[in-house]
């Protein structure tokens, strides 16, 4: 009998280098690893995890160096259940990536004839496995090929560049196969004349980010092994296998255009890569996905998020492009633009935040005003005191009243040094900050030294697009509207499709009621008016309680209106159940009733008729009016007690009923 080969199919590795050898991130990193760095609220290195796994990589090793115990710690609280196996690999020694890539060699923990190679900043969409096939089928013809890296095609001033990435590649124009590559400061780029002897054509590239995903094959650790003094992946490995005719090692590039892929290497792309999360470049690795689990964001329209349990003033105003963390509070008169805040953070009256980035348990007392600047976990910042651009504030720092802090100043509660410097110069100072609590100023070495602050005066443009990805800005904005979100539209025409939305709405809705059509039809209708004015739910019910109430406003005496206003309700307010969705929904609606009974007392008065018939006809919960009530109970607003006055019978009866239930 023959004996039939089997084939076992490998196992897909991939190793994390989640050390950044760099302090472009410091004081931050004295404290805590880059890798732990929330990203939208969400450790950064869990990006790339999760880049990883839905590639189909079935086991990760992570090579962590400073802080490791606290990145396994965090891995294993995370992934402890996963269905993928995730490691650490720990050297408190290590220096450099090579030094990364040699002692994982030693390990013998890589043994795939083919992995993947990442660093713990990369946030990409793209299916990596699928690569990695297209790796193994080229290796399977030609085993010289030993790497295939990933290159985004954008332009030099493309905003998720990082200021140093200056790469310029030379490619065989039909195979992609990597000929020459560069990433210094220099001015020129040489190429030797001996390229053109057996290449009729090659194509030079300056439009690429290097995404610092890489396939390997195997042989890739044995030659970092040998050369002891490789600590640079593209700088000693890249450049020296593309130079040496010894070696007869090849290398591919793998241009992506339509997909999303991008570093957080610097300050800089901290900000852009941000922004590109919550304008849902990345899509499907988008806020409301929650695929930690440990989130519950939902989104609204303009790319803002909110997770459950966030309390605003109403009278506080929440701009585009923000995200807002579970248990945060913010107070009256607050205007928040650009902004991501991290989780139970207290945010007090008249506060401005602008590009600002807040982590967990941040406290902004009343008249501050924060513009372009981190401000890490349990920050307290005092009274009438302003961030200025490019600041950063480590963690648990206070800063009294009344203090400015001018721009590019980082604060930290550490007096001690870098070991990554390798310098014995004093890089803090002690500066006063108006409380006796010690804080010193850190300041950065020229050699390290990047910025918040975008040079070119974009920091508001992050969303905007070279002519040269036209194409991509427009399919992503295609998908983005075809999953009901909103594309980016200037305010002025924004209000204009609201006007003429609720025009619209106001006499569909108001002429059905009156001529008894049936529901259905008359939410078609709306529906109609909706798409074609890119409107949101909101605007929906809205215009749903605004013809509703005007049809019953005919009625003057109030026993006759609270009676007339419940057959109403009773009668017409399915409307409303199509759009009111979840408990936010539910709130938002109350909200709304609110603002409108606002406007006389007769309605203020039928207050608590309108939310009880709409508890009867079930548009609105229990969870969700008590949820409303608790938010004017613990908010700074003692105007707003009013509309708790006139409804005390009933929250009183909601209270009770649901005491005897528990």
């Not at 991130?25 to 995890?49: G, H, Q």
């Not at 980082?410 to 890089?427: C, F, P, V």
Request: contains cysteine; aromatic residues 8%; negative net charge.
């Amino acid at each position: 009998n023959r004996k039939s080969e089997i084939k076992v199919e490998e196992k897909i590795q991939a190793l994390i280098i989640a050390e950044s050898f760099d302090t472009r991130f410091a004081p931050i990193t004295i404290e805590k690893p880059r890798a732990l760095i929330p990203l939208v609220n969400i450790p950064m290195i869990e990006y790339t995890i999760e880049a990883l796994s839905s590639s189909g990589v079935q086991e990760i090793f992570i090579f962590c160096s400073s802080h490791a115990e606290t990145i396994q710690e965090e891995i294993k609280k995370r992934h402890q259940n996963s269905h993928i196996s995730i490691k650490c690999i720990i050297s408190k020694d290590c220096s450099s990536i090579g030094d990364a890539l040699r002692i994982t060699f030693n390990e013998g923990v890589i043994v795939s004839q083919h992995f993947i190679v990442v660093t713990g900043d990369v946030v990409s969409n793209m299916n990596i496995g699928k690569l990695l096939t297209e790796h193994k089928e080229r290796w399977e013809k030609d085993k010289s090929v030993i790497a295939t890296i990933v290159f985004k095609e954008a332009s030099a001033a493309h905003r998720s560049r990082s200021q140093e990435d200056n790469t310029i590649i030379a490619l065989d124009p039909k195979t992609n196969q990597l000929l020459a590559f560069d990433n210094s400061d220099k001015s020129k780029f040489k190429l030797d004349i001996n390229f053109f002897k057996n290449m009729p054509s090659l194509k030079l590239r300056y439009d690429l980010i290097d995404c610092c995903i890489n396939i390997f094959s195997k042989e890739v650790l044995p030659l970092f092994d040998d050369n002891f003094d490789w600590n640079d992946l593209r700088k000693d490995f890249l450049q020296s296998v593309l130079t040496s005719e010894i070696m007869g090692c090849k290398v591919f590039a793998h241009l992506i255009s339509q997909e999303y892929a991008a570093r957080v290497r610097n300050l800089k792309t901290y900000l852009s890569v941000s922004f590109d999360l919550l304008h849902r470049w990345a899509f499907p690795i988008v806020p409301e996905q929650n695929f930690l689990a440990e989130t519950s964001y939902s989104c609204y329209r303009r790319f803002i998020y909110k997770e459950l349990n966030v309390k605003l003033a109403r009278d506080s105003v929440v701009e585009c492009d923000t995200a807002i963390g579970e248990g945060t509070e913010i107070g009256s008169r607050t205007y928040i633009t650009r902004s991501i805040i991290g989780k139970r953070c207290k945010i007090g009256a008249n506060v401005k935040l602008n590009n600002a980035f807040l982590w967990d348990d941040v406290i902004i007392e009343d008249n501050c005003e924060i513009t372009l600047s981190i401000i890490c976990s349990c920050v307290k910042i005092g009274k009438n005191s302003q961030i200025k651009s490019g600041s950063i504030i480590a963690f648990g720092v206070e800063i009294g009243e009344n203090i400015s802090i001018p721009e590019e100043t980082r604060i930290t509660t550490q007096e001690k040094g870098y070991d990554l410097l390798e310098t014995d110069d004093d890089i803090t100072e002690a500066i006063n900050l108006g409380l006796k609590s010690k804080a010193f100023k850190w300041i950065q070495p020229e050699e390290v030294k990047n910025s918040l602050i975008v040079t070119n005066n974009k920091i508001n443009e992050f969303d905007e697009f070279d002519e040269s990805n036209s194409d991509e800005e427009e399919e992503t904005e295609a998908e983005v509207e075809a999953e009901g979100e909103d594309t980016e539209t200037s305010e002025s025409e924004f209000e204009t499709k609201q006007q003429k939305f609720a025009k619209e709405a106001k006499d569909i809705l108001y002429l059905g009621i009156k001529e008894n059509r049936s529901i259905n039809n008359i939410l078609m209708e709306v529906d109609a008016a909706k798409l074609a004015n890119n409107v949101d739910t909101i605007n929906c019910f809205r215009n749903i309680i605004k013809a509703i109430f005007s049809f019953a406003d005919d009625t003057k005496a109030q026993n006759v209106l609270n009676t007339g206003l419940k057959d109403i309700l009773k009668n017409w307010g399915g409307l409303l159940s199509k759009y009111v969705e979840n408990q936010e929904d539910q709130v938002d609606l109350i909200c709304e009733i609110q603002e409108y009974c606002e406007k006389s007392d007769k309605w203020l008065n039928s207050l608590q008729i309108i939310l009880h018939t709409l508890y009867d006809i079930e548009i609105l919960e229990e969870e969700a009016i008590l949820n409303w009530a608790g938010q004017l109970e613990t908010g700074n607003n003692e105007e707003e007690k009013i509309f708790l006055q006139k409804c005390s019978d009933f929250l009183k009866w909601l209270r009770t009923a649901e005491e005897e239930e528990e």
